[in-house]
Nanobody
């Protein structure tokens, strides 16, 4: 079992930045691809970004790759999501997820094995 806990969410003004962190326990993350998703109430969970198990490869939603950066520190068992130039459309609950994949970068919800509880990000005008 992998337990994931997100932190770093909050209220930010449009144009600002936030750094979300995901801390894992239970198993080392070095065997897992990691992803960030977000969800607005009443809508489907949406892929944001993912990073391979070694950290050598990343993948982003097309609309977000210019502003968001995913990174990981396997020694610390953490994964971060840096979000810049935030706008109100980025308001959502952000989830960290782990997939037992060594060589691929999953982008679908159903490909992930473990999920955190989510952290709320609210961007105001």
């Amino acid at each position: 079992q992998v337990q994931l806990v997100e932190s770093g969410g909050g209220l930010v003004q449009a144009g600002g930045s936030l750094r979300l962190s995901c801390a894992a326990s239970g198993r080392t993350l070095s065997n897992y691809a990691m992803g960030w998703f977000r969800q607005v109430s009443g809508k489907e969970r949406e892929f944001v970004a993912a990073i391979s198990a070694t950290g050598g490869n990343t993948y982003y939603a097309d609309s977000l790759k210019a502003r968001f950066t995913i990174s990981r520190d396997n020694a610390k068992n953490t994964v971060d999501l840096r979000m810049n130039i935030l706008n109100p459309e980025d308001t959502a609950v952000y989830y960290c997820a782990a997939a037992a994949r060594l060589f691929t970068i999953p982008t679908r919800v159903r490909e992930y094995d473990y999920w955190g509880q989510g952290t709320q990000v609210t961007v105001s005008l």
